[in-house]
């Protein structure tokens, strides 16, 4: 909710630059140019007052800060263009060593690739340099890749709670028709 209402507050703050400026009134560093300008839907001594707080040495250098910041962000949460990590590894045939990575994949950041790379040794130590005797992923390993857990988390997986949904698609918890009952004998009369 609070995104949303400094979305709002934001759109009318530069709607109001825009309609000044539309009226040939130069908006600068002072914004109580753009007073005039309200919105419709807000009351005068609200729209006031926030003129005022956007016109504080505060609020201008936390704005300043701020845009900075955003201008600085790397990464995103598309690491794979348009394909899902499930879609790039069954296109792979569930060998990463086919993809190459340098090209395929954008990194979001250094701690992606060397997670990765990581991962890739840890792997051969452990099964050895035949990938065909590799397994398609090792939870194990990956874990171990990226430093452990972090407050429940496992780094590459965002919040997910299992994993081994993200690499293979199906969920490691069985399913209900997996599930077998265990037989009561007829007779036996269970607590209440």
Not at 51 to 58: A, H, K, L
Request: hydrophobic share 35%.
């Amino acid at each position: 909710m609070k995104k949303k209402v400094k979305n709002l507050l934001s759109r009318a703050r530069n709607t109001a630059k825009k309609a000044a400026c539309n009226a040939n009134v130069e908006v600068g560093d002072d914004l109580s140019v753009i007073i005039p300008y309200k919105p419709r839907w807000m009351g005068s001594q609200i729209w006031k007052k926030l003129v005022e707080y956007w016109n504080t040495d505060d609020w201008k250098a936390r704005s300043s800060i701020n845009a900075s910041n955003r201008g600085k962000l790397i990464g995103g949460k598309h690491t794979l263009g348009s394909q899902t990590y499930v879609t790039l590894k069954r296109k792979a045939a569930g060998n990463l060593d086919e993809i190459d990575l340098q090209t395929t994949v954008k990194w979001v950041d250094t701690r992606a690739k060397d997670s990765l790379k990581s991962y890739k040794e840890r792997v051969k130590k452990r099964y050895g340099d035949d990938a065909s005797k590799q397994p398609l992923f090792d939870l194990d390993s990956w874990i171990q890749a990226v430093g452990g857990r972090k407050k429940g988390r496992v780094y590459g997986f965002s919040d997910m709670s299992d994993p081994h949904v993200v690499m293979t698609g199906t969920s490691s918890t069985p399913t209900n028709e997996h599930i077998v009952a265990p037989s009561i004998p007829t007779g036996t009369i269970l607590p209440a």
